[in-house]
């Protein structure tokens, strides 16, 4: 049997039922800087709060899984929500870059470097863009 895609057996289906139900979204990848950058760091930061997981502001976190993830949407809450849960199943009282590459590296794990890498945010990022990772 031949898998196929989600997508292609919506509309593959013979009276189309299902594509004419529900519209179809196509979200804009979050760029460093902007407004859903910010909107996605606060979220975050609220998240780990209400969970009362430390954080510190200076790691950056938020900006790092937007990088490791190239600014889209669904992929950066999937692993943000990866990271939160791994640190309340582990009883852990505060988010590390450590804990956080590991949460990473369980998806990625051929990469060398990682956004996660525990130096300054800008420091990482620039070594990042240097060899090659599009943000």
């Not at 919506?10 to 910010?38: D, M, V, W, Y």
């Not at 938020?62 to 199943?89: M, P, Y």
Request: positive net charge; aromatic residues 10%; charged residues 25%.
């Amino acid at each position: 049997m031949t898998w196929l895609p989600p997508a292609f057996a919506l509309l593959s289906e013979p009276t189309g039922e299902t594509i004419r139900r529900f519209n179809q979204f196509a979200l804009s990848r979050i760029c460093p800087g902007s407004k859903g950058a910010h909107l996605f760091r606060r979220n975050f930061s609220k998240s780990a709060k209400i969970l009362e997981l430390k954080v510190e502001d200076e790691e950056n976190f938020a900006d790092r899984i937007l990088f490791a993830k190239h600014g889209q949407v669904g992929k950066s809450v999937e692993l943000a929500k990866e990271i939160l849960r791994g640190a309340i199943s582990r009883r852990r009282e505060e988010i590390t870059l450590e804990f956080a590459e590991r949460v990473f590296r369980k998806t990625n794990s051929t990469m060398g470097m990682t956004p996660f890498e525990a130096a300054g945010w800008s420091a990482v990022e620039a070594e990042l863009l240097s060899i090659g990772w599009a943000q």
